[in-house]
């Protein structure tokens, strides 16, 4: 699985990008707004064999992918989309030293174009903590709409948390998509 956009390369990780994605995973500032992490190398590990795993079957449903810079190689993060049924659900991480340059932002407009074109969903959503604030303009940007406020929907590191729920539809991601293009022109 490989996609490509004007600066990215985003395509199934392999077990040799373990340390590069460790490089981040490990870093308590990135795990802030995560069910996971800080990582141990063991964790990382764990977590590639995992992902390597799910790249096999047929039916495949989830896609959790390593967003690489084009010219160079270099794994800065990774998107993830998750099939469930007729929905799919997306998640992004990004290394610091990479961060503010809108790399996330192309890699998830690249994502749900193949949700939407390649897997044929119907509706893409997405959560964040309301202190993400910058995963909240990722969304914003690629053109979802907040549904709302997920109200201590979920348990992790010792408490509760909120989150926003963000979402678009294929209707919506065409019509976002046709005004998106029209802009460049």
């Given at each position: 699985m490989q996609l490509e956009t004007q600066r990215l390369v985003i395509r199934d990780i392999q077990f040799t990008d373990w340390k590069a994605i460790h490089s981040?995973?490990?870093?308590?500032?990135v795990t802030t707004y995560t069910a996971w992490g800080p990582n141990t190398?063991?964790?990382?590990q764990a977590y590639v064999k995992d992902v390597i795993a799910q790249q096999q079957p047929s039916s495949r449903q989830n896609y959790e992918l390593a967003i690489c810079l084009k010219n160079e190689g270099t794994l800065?993060?990774?998107i993830g989309i998750h099939i469930q049924q007729t929905n799919a659900e997306i998640g992004y991480v990004l290394n610091p030293n990479y961060q503010g340059k809108g790399y996330v932002t192309e890699a998830a407009q690249a994502i749900l174009a193949y949700?939407?074109?390649?897997?044929g969903v119907h509706r893409i959503f997405a959560t964040c903590r309301p202190a993400n604030i910058a995963s909240e303009k990722v969304m914003q940007k690629i053109g979802m709409i907040r549904e709302g406020i997920m109200r201590e929907h979920w348990y992790y590191k010792g408490e509760f948390h909120d989150s926003y729920l963000y979402s678009i539809l294929a209707n919506e991601y065409r019509k976002y998509s046709n005004e998106s293009n029209k802009k460049k022109r």
């Open positions: 981040y995973t490990q870093l308590p500032e190398e063991v964790d990382t800065i993060g990774g949700g939407f074109e390649t897997l």
